[in-house]
């Protein structure tokens, strides 16, 4: 286990679409395992592996809520529904936020670490997270879809996905 330097904006690798995981073997574990300790250590709330430098479909989410950490390999929202419209930040571009407008509720299918199918039930801010996670696996920013920026150097770090 390890805590994984987080690329920054604009990293080539944030752009690109990741590629599906077809292996679920021990590396994956360790990605998942260091992933989960990255986001941590970072006070972030969600991290994907291109986050990491990593053009894998892999994600953790952990809003503390009682939900806890969340694992999701090749994640796919399957259902969504609802609006609602708040801030948001990332770990990849830090000092900015910027209110962008989500799905409240969605449905989420994917795989653990082992392979077998897992689906999560989300909203409010943990399908907010989700919703955001997932745009990484596909090269879009939370930059590309808010409605207003923010400079937030000045303020202190709360977190962010």
């Known amino acids: 286990m390890g805590i994984r330097l987080i690329v920054k904006d604009p990293d080539p ?3 690109e679409v990741a590629k599906e995981v077809t292996k679920f ?10 992933m989960a300790e990255t986001m941590y250590d970072a006070e972030g709330v969600g991290l994907a592996a291109p986050q990491i430098g990593i053009s894998k479909r892999v994600i953790v989410v ?4 009682e939900n806890g950490l969340v694992e999701m390999v090749n994640p ?3 259902e969504q ?3 609602q419209l708040g801030p948001e930040g990332c770990l990849s571009i830090p000092n900015l936020n910027g209110e962008v407008r989500r799905a409240e509720r969605i449905v989420v299918q994917g ?3 082992d392979g077998e199918s897992i689906t999560v039930n989300a909203s409010g801010y943990f399908a907010r997270a989700f919703q955001h996670e997932i745009d990484h696996l596909n090269g879009v920013l939370f930059t590309d879809l808010a409605e207003s920026v923010y400079d937030i150097s000045d303020r202190p770090r709360k977190g962010g996905e």
């Open 62 to 65: 952990d809003v503390g809520d």
């Open 76 to 78: 796919v929202i399957v």
């Open 25 to 34: 073997n021990p590396n994956l574990k360790k990605l998942l395992k260091d």
């Open 111 to 113: 795989q653990n670490s």
């Open 81 to 83: 529904e609802g609006e």
């Open 13 to 15: 690798v944030l752009r």
